[in-house]
């Protein structure tokens, strides 16, 4: 019996997954150092304080429990033994015959790895976390600053990075400041606090058709965050961001949506990798020259056909591998991998959002209705589905958001 | 106008907080470190991966938001000057015409202060979470251990400690063991699991009859617990536990529920203090020599008025301290606190719990039933109802617990 090992339990990894339970006479082991399947699309609400860690996170052995044929293990890949066909493990290893890697992304800081601490970015949820205790933490210390100014800098927080994740962080914040904690304080209206969402680009949300992105960024002023694009962020500090211009712009809370780079375990295959660390794999997502080995999601850069890195290119390579691994045990030929794109969503705060399925495009509650519909139908778990829906059901009419807790070591923020 | 400031957003400061702000020309500030109040009682549920954290939180800048005359401070306290009528704070102070300590209670390891992190108790949200990572964890490591002896001691958990808390949590963890994980590990039967329940006294629950102690002691062993009375530890390592009988009962994850000691805040008072840490005070819940300082809660030991730490007590003491300081506004005379005892209620994993209300005495779904009914009542916050209610609903009828997450940091176990 074939064996099959993927690497990763993320959108990629789950795909190969859930279709080889389906293939005959295959043994399938996944391994994660995490004990569960995180859904990022959702992070920023766990970093805003409107959903739980476990909302947005399924445990990965009761997601694979029902089939047998799939073994789950919790360990780090400290290493590929390719020519040995063998997985080191930070316990033990793992023979394959067949081998996947989806080990996703983190942020990249383009040679600027000291400001990771300066300037958390959202990929896991314990990032979710930190940021959201630096949010709640700063509006907290400002209730307590009699100083005008300081109270400024705590009152400010800025997001560098214009994508879909730095424009949903952005608009969550506003409404927090304006909705959210409108009651809370007694020595500061939150409104005070002023968000800036910083691009480099000439302008936010660059995936998107122009007039989209202009409609967002209206939205994004509604809720009082401004966006300033085609500038630079040249350093950041404890105090705040130094922007290329020589502007200064005093805040005590940055947080990164710049950027982001594949998973360290690509370097260990000894394949080649392009800028942003992903490996240089062929349009059927194999390693060359090592057909048994195939690399897929946000780690991989298929030869010639650039993808974006979001969940559905993801979910398509992991169905597209498994069926591909069913067709290599029966000696066929490999079709190259194709995208489906089924559209390109974004939101920002609360009932609005873009969408842009090519000829249809639309803004505003329309698509933010989508946006809810989408995000709650691709939800791991039908449980999660039901707490997601109850959780925004009662944040829209509402405005309040329950999961507002400072917890975690305090850092010298 | 006069000032009361309450330390501590527990049951008992937040029912002082509340009533008081029905009062007229009084202003008032309650400081916590932490910035959500914790519904204690169903932290296990935590620990157990039933519920998340924020579900069992509320911020108490929102609960506090409507009373315009509250101010709410995020801070340690950190000394008293009860002659200047002043609370030293991590940051600044503050001056009171009253004063009310609700700081609440940690754990007592009873001069074995060393197996804190050998056993940890069950008190904060961070206790609970890494009870979660503990147990988790050592369902995860047992599935990689290919070593019998090593794997039935990670496979073997030892509650110490048979009130309600010990109760609830290996109750749970039972159920855990032999309905929730049922379908997740290859390479063993969660069944396998040795849940032991270790109480030093001659049997669990004493506060209750001992004909419901006795339907608990059965239900729990339908969940396969073994419930060991009349036994004290001697010795707590990290391979197990050594008996005083000389019995060595090895296991990888001890949990502590033997007993509970008050705040440090209660030796800053200066007052005298009982053998648990707690502050001694009249009937009137007033610091002897100081008629404008009261301390309620787990914190207090009411003169010659033995009450047990429950929810409820700290409640009417709060309501009662209100009422007491608005009294001494007028001047009047006051009359001593009563507790007016509604009844006890445990719970023993899914459908089946205990409930002493004096002449009615009952036992099992119907008991589990009003269990159910008075914790989601007493739940701070109208969303956190429904959240928990939606949980619930569907733990009973999948026997699925959702927030089996490890998270934080991984420690030598």
């Known amino acids: 019996m074939a064996h099959v090992v993927i690497v990763g339990g ?74 040995g066909r063998r997985v080191s493990l930070d316990h033990g290893e793992l023979a394959y015959d067949y081998l996947v890697v989806a080990a996703g992304a983190r942020h990249h800081y383009f040679g600027h790895e000291d400001w990771e601490n300066l300037a958390p970015g959202l990929k896991t949820i314990e990032d979710a976390t930190e940021i959201r205790r630096r949010v ?28 879909p994740t730095g424009v949903e962080l952005a608009g969550t914040l506003g409404e927090i400041a304006n909705d959210t904690l409108r009651e809370d304080f007694r020595s500061f209206r939150p409104e005070e606090a002023r968000i ?20 967002a960024e209206r ?14 962020v040249a350093a950041i500090d404890d105090a705040g961001i130094s922007m290329a211009n020589g502007e200064r712009i005093p805040s005590k809370t940055v947080l990164w949506a710049a950027g982001v ?14 800028r942003a660390g992903r490996v240089i794999v062929t ?66 705060g609360r009932a609005k959002a873009i969408a842009d399925f090519g000829k249809l495009q639309i803004s505003g509650w ?7 519909f989408v995000h709650i139908m691709y939800l791991v778990g039908f449980r999660n589905r039901i707490q997601v829906f109850v959780h925004w059901a009662f944040q829209y009419f509402t405005f309040n958001r329950g999961a507002r807790l400072i917890t975690g070591e305090k850092s010298a923020t």
């Open 283 to 348: 349009q059927t997502c194999q390693l060359p020259g090592r057909p048994e080995v195939f690399v897929l999601g946000d780690m991989a850069a298929l030869k010639d056909m650039p993808l974006p890195g979001v969940a559905p290119v993801a979910m398509q390579q992991g169905r597209y591998v498994a069926d591909a691994i069913g067709g290599l045990l029966m000696n066929r030929e490999l079709k190259p991998f194709s995208y489906l794109n089924k559209g390109n969503l974004a939101t920002i």
């Open 366 to 372: 329309a698509a933010w209705m989508l946006w809810l």
């Open 261 to 274: 780079k594949a998973s360290p375990l690509g370097a260990m295959l000894g394949a080649e990798l392009d």
């Open 219 to 232: 939205s994004l002023l509604a809720l009082g965050v401004r966006v300033r694009s085609g500038i630079a």
């Open 196 to 215: 800036l969402l910083i691009e480099s680009g000439p302008r936010i949300l660059s995936a998107f058709p122009d007039h989209l992105a202009a409609a």
């Open 10 to 83: 993320g959108f990629g990894g789950l795909a190969v997954a859930k279709r080889l339970a389906k293939q005959r006479g295959l043994a399938v082991t996944l391994v994660d150092r995490r004990n569960f399947h995180v859904f990022q699309p959702l992070l920023y609400q766990v970093a805003t304080g409107g959903l739980s860690p476990a909302d947005i996170c399924a445990p990965l052995r009761s997601v694979l429990a029902p089939y047998k044929n799939i073994r789950t293990v919790m360990a780090e890949v400290t290493g590929f033994d390719l020519a």
């Open 136 to 163: 709640l933490s700063a509006f907290e210390a400002a209730e307590n600053e009699p100083d005008v100014e300081r109270r400024r800098g705590l009152l400010t927080f800025l997001i560098v990075g214009g994508g």
